[in-house]
């Protein structure tokens, strides 16, 4: 299992082949994906050859002492696993296809994460070796190689941008070890989110999907690899119509540079963003919430180096519309490495366009978990409804706040004021309407000032656990 929450990582067996030069992929007249054939007997028949069982094992060290031979319980020693060597091997089942005539192989990480000898079992019987050429863990994506004299049969992949909600899909897999099984249903919905990585994008499809299934084709009414079936939600631990398949085009991506690297290669931009909702929109001039706003740039990261500011609210990234955080961490992640993008944004409420060079992510930062706050105060009557004091050294030891982070400190927030659930005890107000503040006289005058300017929010930058990051507070205009 991969994840909580009732998303059961799929588990899986394979299918087999019969030699073929050519791809199995339709390439002649393309078919209609919304049509449903008169059957699927033909294109089931057809890419079989090409889908694989992939059986693992792992030897293990036995903890146990082996029986003696000649003692009474020394017959049970195969039933434990135990061999003469005080090792043990377990198995594991999946699926997984081949990809080129070369005898390369696309399945799931978790199916073969761990093991020390992998087999691709075909339809016909026959089983072979595997090599593990790469693997990357955050997509769950493993490619795989096996060699014969002759070709392979393969598939080819689709593009998944151009499938369709209620367009026809095929499963092939091992659901529970029962091999070269088909299933068909229709795409579900796309762009799914099921809280298991960073990178989630999904096709959804009530295809049945099962344990088994993990690293298998989702095939297109073309013979097309539309999806690697992965991940399923169930109460039951069977298919109830909700399975989740990685889109071909980030398959196919993650797959050609395992090939190339041995390692998946993302973008990265070096910075901390957050999701611009309604109102902090509004503080940018903006009608509607979206995009994201920087809230930290990296010293030795790429953005570092090109004209970008914190508080910048990101609208577009190399041409492609930011709807929000997940949005923009898929976007920079496709992005080929090393081109130079052009990231449109508002500014002082104007936009405008900086161009940079795209580095290379190395390793992921967590995200620091935000909380609620509390109390209220006698001295919380102003328009934020926010007890401000100056910032003391006891203070940032107290919340570990670096000597570089000026600004006033929330002591408190009123329950019944605007700021409560976006402000909290501990945090530091370093700007007001991109205005620094450090005392919380300068704070009051800040919050007069904006109360003088019908219809938009008080934007504030604050920094809190590590983090900064922006809040946009409705506060009451006055004449």
Do not use: C
């Not at 209609?32 to 694989?52: G, H, I, N, Y």
């Not at 293990?60 to 135990?82: C, H, Q, T, V, W």
């Not at 899909?169 to 070890?177: C, D, E, Q, R, T």
């Amino acid at each position: 299992m991969r994840r909580s929450l009732s998303v059961i990582a799929l588990v899986m067996l394979g299918t087999g082949p019969v030699l073929a030069q050519e791809s199995l992929t339709d390439q002649t007249e393309r078919v209609d994906q919304q049509v449903r054939p008169e059957s699927f007997t033909d294109l089931s028949k057809r890419l079989m050859p090409a889908v694989v069982n992939i059986t693992t094992s792992k030897v293990i060290a036995n903890d146990l002492p082996m029986f003696e031979d000649g003692e009474p319980l020394s017959e049970f020693n195969p039933f434990f696993g135990r061999d003469p060597e005080g090792f043990s091997q377990e198995g594991a089942l999946g699926s997984g296809f081949v990809i080129s005539p070369e005898g390369l192989i696309v399945t799931n990480d978790h199916v073969i994460s761990g093991a020390d000898e992998i087999n691709a079992v075909f339809s016909d019987g026959r089983t072979l070796r595997a090599e593990l050429i790469g693997t990357d863990e955050a997509t769950d994506i493993a490619v795989l190689k096996v060699e014969q004299d002759e070709p392979f049969p393969f598939v080819e992949w689709a593009d998944s941008e151009q499938a369709q909600v209620g367009d026809w899909v095929m499963a092939i897999g091992n659901p529970f070890g029962f091999g070269g099984s088909v299933s068909v249903g229709i795409v579900s919905a796309r762009n799914r989110d099921i809280q298991s990585g960073n990178y989630d994008n999904y096709i959804q499809t009530d295809a049945a999907i099962n344990s088994g299934n993990s690293g298998g084709p989702l095939f297109n009414l073309n013979g097309e690899v539309l999806g690697v079936n992965t991940a399923i939600i169930t109460p039951t631990g069977g298919s109830v119509g909700l399975g989740f398949s990685i889109p071909s085009n980030l398959a196919r991506q993650i797959s050609d540079q395992l090939v190339e690297f041995g390692k998946a290669r993302r973008g990265w931009f070096g910075v901390n963003i957050q999701n611009a909702d309604r109102d902090l929109a509004q503080a940018y001039g903006l009608e509607e919430g979206t995009g994201v706003i920087l809230t930290r740039i990296a010293d030795d990261g790429p953005a570092s180096k090109a004209d970008f500011e914190v508080g910048d609210l990101i609208l577009m990234f190399d041409g492609r519309p930011v709807v929000n955080e997940r949005a923009l961490s898929r976007i920079v992640a496709d992005t080929e490495i090393g081109k130079q993008v052009d990231v449109e944004l508002v500014r002082d409420g104007r936009r405008r366009t900086v161009t940079f060079e795209l580095g290379e992510l190395t390793s992921d930062e967590d995200e620091a978990d935000d909380e609620t706050i509390e109390t209220d105060s006698t001295l919380t009557d102003n328009p934020l409804g926010v007890d401000f004091v100056e910032l003391s050294e006891t203070d940032r030891r107290r919340y570990r706040i670096p000597n570089d982070v000026n600004g006033v400190l929330v002591r408190s927030v009123s329950p019944r004021g605007p700021s409560f659930g976006k402000l909290r005890k501990g945090d530091v107000v370093m700007e007001m309407a991109f205005e620094t503040v450090e005392t919380p006289e300068e704070a009051l005058i800040a919050m007069d000032e904006a109360t003088r300017r019908e219809g938009q929010p008080l934007l504030l930058r604050i920094y809190r656990q590590t983090q900064t990051m922006f809040q946009a507070i409705d506060i009451e205009v006055r004449g």
